[in-house]
Structure formats: structure tokens, C-alpha cells
């Protein structure tokens, strides 16, 4: 399995951006998809996660009610649409992808594949 991430860049703060992120050499819909973001000096951590049929969505509380996440099995494809961004926000985002069935899990340690990252740096 192959993750593309792309979608980053620079933006002000207030401002938005959508991540996608593109899913080769796999069965794409049979798994769960999270993004997961990491700034500078910090550890890798939890944004959201979309269950394989997409019915469900967890979130971090730090990104409820401004990020969503949405999937498109048809694309093997995931999405994060992150809105009112904050500097705070600042990181590079990974998607990932879970290789068991089940509940959407937030360690790192629960996803097999992951993406190369892509950059948001958000400007005050």
C-alpha cells in the first residue's frame, strides 16, 4: 500500500486549506483512514479518522467543528478539509492507513501504512 498526501501549504490564520490523500496497491475500502499531524519538538498525534464504510468519524477536541474529514472509496481516496486554522495548527499532516478491522483508533502504533507527510504552516 502506497499513500500520497498533498494539499499543504501556507495560509493565514482564519484561513483554510484541504488535504487529500491518495491510496495505491491496496484495498482502500475495506480500512479505516486517520490523518495525523506532527509539529516540531512534538510527537505525532491524533487528528481525525474515517471508518472503512464511512459512516463514522472520530476527531481530536482540539480540531471539532473546524476540520472534516470525508472519503471517497470510488478515488481510494481521503480527504481533510480544515477550516478557521489557527497557527497552533501548524505541522506536517500524515494520513494513514489502518490494515485491521475495526474501531478507529488514535495511536500511531495501530496504523500500518502511512503517507510522506505534507507541510501547513498557518501564519498569525
Known amino acids: 500500500v502506497q499513500l500520497q498526501a498533498s494539499g499543504g501549504g501556507l495560509v493565514q490564520a482564519g484561513g483554510s486549506l484541504r488535504l487529500s490523500c491518495v491510496a495505491s496497491?491496496?484495498?482502500?475500502?475495506?480500512?479505516?483512514m486517520a490523518w495525523f499531524r506532527q509539529a516540531p519538538g512534538k510527537e505525532r498525534e491524533f487528528v481525525g479518522g474515517r471508518d472503512w464504510r464511512g459512516w463514522r468519524t472520530s476527531y481530536a477536541d482540539f480540531v471539532k467543528g473546524r476540520f472534516t474529514m470525508s472519503r471517497d472509496n470510488a478515488k481510494n481516496t481521503v480527504y481533510l478539509q480544515m477550516n478557521s486554522l489557527k497557527p497552533e495548527d501548524t505541522a506536517v499532516y500524515y494520513c494513514?492507513?489502518?490494515?485491521?478491522?475495526?474501531?478507529?483508533?488514535?495511536?500511531?502504533?495501530?496504523?500500518?501504512?502511512w503517507g510522506q507527510g505534507t507541510q501547513v504552516t498557518v501564519s498569525s
Open positions: 496497491g491496496g484495498t482502500f475500502s475495506k480500512y479505516n
Open positions: 494513514a492507513q489502518d490494515s485491521r478491522l475495526g474501531a478507529i483508533m488514535t495511536s500511531t502504533q495501530s496504523y500500518e501504512y
